[in-house]
């Protein structure tokens, strides 16, 4: 889950995905929503093709990821035509073309900021390389944990983020301190180059409209669970 929000926020001045612009083949700004539902599409057609499944319908595509045909269609066609009326979706062709819009022909460098149980936790996944998502550089402002490994990643002070950032050319931050620091970091991510930041700070940041900031309450996302507990229908 985690890999799918940084790849929601990758950078790449070709296709501007940070924007949610396709620059290439089409003007029109795309919903945050569509860009979502790209990954959900790409999953779905990854797999396809690993069974050696060479086409698939706009139908077929709506009813595996429960969603109808009509916004399969909507939502590809803002990045021009893909498949073939009557044919449907070349399943080789659709990847290769969702990987391109979605930046994951490509790799990019990820520093993690705040080194407590939440930003270890995010040193340690696993899943991020599978993404084309290297998590190269660590910051913290406690001594006790500068020099510090974890995973395979060396836990730097703060006051190497900028020429780290420049070095490593690290193109995501992850804020992983507390909402009282999440801004000055923020600051200094974007100082040092960072355009897209993964904020786990239960705050808004306030950054320049270049800057993409994509927002990961854990608690309040609990919170709102509370909601449909409350609610739910009984039989």
């Known amino acids: 889950m985690t890999g799918g929000f940084l790849f929601g926020i990758v950078c790449e001045r070709k296709y501007k995905v940070c924007e949610y612009r396709y620059e290439q ?3 029109k700004r795309v919903p945050e929503g569509t860009i979502s539902r ?3 599409y790409l999953r779905e057609i990854s797999g396809l093709a690993k069974i050696n499944i060479r086409t698939i319908s706009s139908a077929e595509l709506g009813e595996r990821t429960n969603l109808s045909d009509a916004q399969v269609r909507k939502d590809f066609g803002y990045f ?3 498949g073939v009326s009557g044919a449907g ?9 969702l990987e391109k819009i979605l930046g994951k022909d490509k790799t990019w460098n990820v520093a ?4 407590g149980h939440l930003g270890s936790a995010l040193l340690r996944y696993p899943g991020f390389k599978d993404r084309g998502l290297n998590v190269v550089a660590a910051f913290d402002v406690d001594a006790r944990k500068i020099g510090k490994q974890v995973k395979d990643v060396a836990v730097r002070s703060i006051e190497e983020l900028p020429r780290t950032i420049k070095d490593k050319k690290i193109s995501i931050g992850i804020i992983a301190v507390s909402a009282k620091d999440a801004q000055e970091v923020a600051d200094k991510l974007i100082k040092a180059g960072v355009e897209c930041i993964l904020n786990f700070a239960p705050t808004t940041l306030n950054v320049a409209e270049n800057v993409k ?5 854990l608690s309040r996302e609990l919170e709102t669970l509370s909601y449909f507990l409350v609610n739910k229908k009984t039989a």
């Open 80 to 82: 021009g035509q893909f």
């Open 38 to 40: 790209l990954f959900i």
């Open 213 to 217: 900031i994509k927002d990961v309450d």
């Open 89 to 97: 979706y070349n399943t080789a062709e659709l990847k290769a073309a």
């Open 25 to 27: 083949m089409n003007s």
């Open 112 to 115: 993690v900021v705040g080194v």
